[in-house]
């Protein structure tokens, strides 16, 4: 007569520990996982919403500075003429003023125009459109370098933008990077952990047949009859 519970029996609930465990941590591997690949997608999302506003903050000087390149380009190359000359507001003012002390000199001496007189005129005129010449070309020179200033702005602005773009690509590549490294990782846990409980179930099914095969106790000295047997 045989009493207690059998090895086979013992062999199948500790096969079942052992798949409940293995469950469990391959389920926490594969939770450690996602909780990875929800962390680096947030991050990811961060990132793009960083630089999105970085190019929108950098958009204005990098249209000042695409009209002011096109600015440049297009006057770089045109000379100055005399119509530049004559815009200067006062260049009209000075030339009647000197006109008019001409003009009082020569009626202060009777209307009698010597031949220093028509120099001094003549001299004067040329005298006088040379200066404003100088003036309208220094006044253009200043134009063209504060077109070439507002082109570097923009230039400025848009090596900003790269670089914030760049950095923006190094950091989501190194995220992904370190997000497939951690899915290989928990995917090889998984394949360990599945591993293992089979090794654990084959070794506990293993000492089940070595069991079954010998007699773990004896009733004989319990009054017992010595065939009865129990198998543990």
């Known amino acids: 007569m045989s009493f207690g519970v059998s090895a086979a029996t013992w ?22 996982a996602q909780a990875q690949t929800d962390a680096t997608n947030a991050s ?21 500075g695409k009209r002011g390149l096109a600015q440049y380009e297009t006057e770089i190359g045109q000379p100055v003429t005399a119509a ?6 006062g260049y009209q003012f000075g030339l009647t003023q ?25 001299r004067y005129g ?7 010449y100088n003036a309208a070309y220094q006044r ?13 702005i923009g230039q400025s602005a848009t090596g900003s933008s790269a670089q914030a773009g760049m950095n923006m690509a190094n950091n989501v590549s190194g995220m992904l ?4 490294d951690a899915s290989a990782a928990s995917r090889l846990a998984q394949g360990n952990i599945w591993g293992g409980a089979a090794n654990q179930i084959a070794a506990l099914y293993g000492r089940n047949a070595q069991k079954t095969t010998q007699p773990v106790n ?15």
């Open 11 to 32: 062999a199948m609930v500790g096969a079942g520990t052992a798949l409940a465990g293995t469950v469990l941590q391959s389920g926490a591997a594969s939770d450690a």
């Open 44 to 64: 990811i999302g961060e990132q793009r919403r960083q630089f999105d506003l970085t190019r929108e903050d950098y958009a204005p000087y990098r249209e000042a």
């Open 84 to 89: 530049d000359v004559m815009q200067d507001p």
């Open 98 to 122: 000197g006109q008019t002390a001409l003009d009082r000199k020569i009626a202060a001496m009777g209307g009698r125009v010597s031949g220093a007189a028509l120099k001094a005129a003549s």
């Open 126 to 132: 040329t005298d006088y459109a040379t200066t404003g």
């Open 140 to 152: 253009r020179q200043d134009r063209l370098n504060r077109l070439a200033a507002l082109a570097g």
């Open 177 to 180: 990077t370190a997000q497939g």
């Open 218 to 232: 004896n009733w004989a000295g319990w009054g017992g009859d010595s065939t009865d047997q129990w198998y543990g």
